[in-house]
């Protein structure tokens, strides 16, 4: 198994920042121009958060990123120091903000974590885990948060009604059984039968057509069946934790957004619940946007979704929510791939030396 150098890097690549950040700031200044309802008056509107409550946004993203790097740690078996783990985290989720989301940062998560020491069958099967849990909290956290929503969860906006209708709705619940029938093939094949996956993938590439991606499907399958050496006979002292650094990751995630909303406005129990619930069905709509992070995308859906909560602060609350939860990681990124590359690269070729 190799992994490709060249579009790894091309990948972690600071200057890929300026893309997402010209489309985020594009489509902010089109919905600044396109709005009548947003002016000087409202971008002040910033400043009448409640400041316990932006300090409660940016503690509960802090948690989050406490819980990733936790939860790297203990997948690996603790093979990573804090201080691995944190540069592994920061560069992974630098490589998912200057990429399409439907495209994600997997292979540069490997990638690092192979360059961090961790064999590369071992790499695989830690990244795949990673992939795993977090498809099965949505699965199966999805159907708890909406039933606590009480089928308030789509929104009922004049733009959606227009240019969507239920399709927005089609979109979640085709996502939602996509995801799942994903989640269990991968789950069979890591702890059942990784050689039976590789039987029938090979089997599904030797059709005429797909023939020339067989070799792929190979590969694909032997890093399957590493993987699932790795993972299987692991002990639930294994399990419980990362199991619950996901819960808690995507908890905080959502929970962020709670937050900052509540910074503004006063907010019931119902109303909180809603927000979570909706933020589940906007990640569907994230995940397949074809910009970097989902830039632009966010932004514009993110009125569609949570306006109704906002009296005029709407504008200014999906800037700080995209300044909080996504350009911090470009930049950090930018910081930390440098000296990650020193310390990974030159020190080693220096030893070997």
């Not at 300026?18 to 008056?41: C, E, Q, R, S, T």
């Not at 199966?140 to 789509?154: E, H, K, R, V």
């Not at 990784?194 to 057509?209: A, E, M, N, T």
Request: aromatic fraction near 16%; include cysteine.
């Amino acid at each position: 198994m190799k992994l490709d150098n060249k579009k790894i890097f091309q990948t972690l690549n600071p200057n890929k920042i300026w893309v997402p950040v010209l489309i985020g700031v594009g489509i902010v200044f089109l919905m600044f121009y396109l709005d009548p309802n947003v002016n000087a008056k409202t971008l002040r509107g910033v400043f009448d958060a409640s400041a316990w409550g932006i300090a409660l946004a940016i503690f509960v993203i802090l948690c989050r990123d406490a819980g990733y790097i936790y939860r790297i740690r203990e997948i690996t078996g603790k093979r990573l120091t804090w201080i691995r783990a944190l540069y592994v985290i920061i560069l992974w989720e630098f490589a998912s903000a200057v990429t399409p989301s439907i495209v994600g940062g997997t292979a540069v998560a490997v990638f690092i974590l192979h360059k961090e020491g961790i064999k590369l069958g071992k790499a695989i099967a830690f990244v795949m885990v990673t992939a795993i849990l977090d498809n099965l909290f949505f699965v199966i956290g999805a159907p708890i948060i909406l039933f606590f929503a009480q089928g308030n969860i789509f929104p009922a906006s004049r733009v959606m009604e227009m240019k969507l209708g239920r399709s927005l709705e089609v979109l979640f619940w085709t996502s939602y059984a996509l995801y799942a029938i994903y989640s269990l093939i991968m789950a069979l094949a890591l702890f059942y039968r990784p050689r039976v996956f590789k039987w029938v993938l090979l089997r599904i590439y030797s059709i005429k057509w797909l023939r020339k991606w067989k070799h792929s499907a190979n590969e694909y399958g032997n890093q399957i069946i590493e993987a699932s050496k790795e993972l299987v006979g692991k002990s639930w002292n294994y399990w419980l934790p990362i199991i619950g650094a996901t819960i808690f990751i995507w908890s905080s995630r959502y929970l962020m957004l709670n937050a900052l909303i509540g910074a503004y406005e006063a907010l019931s129990v119902s109303e909180h619940i809603i927000i979570f619930a909706r933020q589940v069905i906007m990640w569907i709509v994230m995940m397949i946007s074809p910009t970097p992070g989902s830039s632009g995308t966010a932004e514009f859906f993110f009125a569609q979704f949570f306006s109704e909560f906002l009296s005029g602060y709407t504008f200014v609350t999906s800037i700080l929510w995209r300044l909080l939860s996504y350009y911090p990681y470009l930049l950090l990124g930018a910081i930390f791939l440098p000296r990650w590359i020193k310390q990974v690269f030159f020190k080693k070729k220096k030893s070997q030396s």
